[in-house]
Nanobody, 124 residues
Framework: QVQLVESGGGLVQVGGSLRLSCAFSHRLNCMGWFRQSPGKEREGVASIQDALGRSYYDASVKGRFTISQDNAKNTVYLEMNSLKPEDTAIYYC????????????????????WGQGTQVTVSS
């Protein structure tokens, strides 16, 4: 399994920006960001397939969030702009052991490594 440590969460006003970071112990082909708010299931936000050079976004964040990966720093980032109150959640970094030719899975059940989570709160 991959060791993952998130950072960068916090309190921000509506329309503001935050950048989350996820330091990983070693690289898997698929790295993703998920979020979970009270009473809701964990949902996928964005993922990146490093071997294919592709990224994937949930419709609710497309155009506002950007996922990127710096292998020299063993870090995955989630740049979040134009934040909304509904973005409030605990954000988790995760890794999935997919083949180099496979897309990142959407479901969290396919991810076998998880960070501890970082809280993002968007106030109106």
């Amino acid at each position: 399994q991959v060791q993952l440590v998130e950072s960068g969460g916090g309190l921000v006003q509506v329309g503001g920006s935050l950048r989350l970071s996820c330091a990983f112990s070693h690289r898997l082909n698929c790295m993703g960001w998920f979020r979970q708010s009270p009473g809701k299931e964990r949902e996928g936000v964005a993922s990146i397939q490093d071997a294919l050079g592709r990224s994937y976004y949930d419709a609710s964040v497309k155009g506002r969030f950007t996922i990127s990966q710096d292998n020299a720093k063993n870090t995955v980032y989630l740049e979040m702009n134009s934040l909304k109150p509904e973005d409030t959640a605990i954000y988790y970094c995760a890794a999935a052991p997919v083949s180099s030719s496979s897309a990142c899975p959407a479901s969290p059940i396919h991810y076998n490594s998880w960070g501890q989570g970082t809280q993002v709160t968007v106030s109106s």
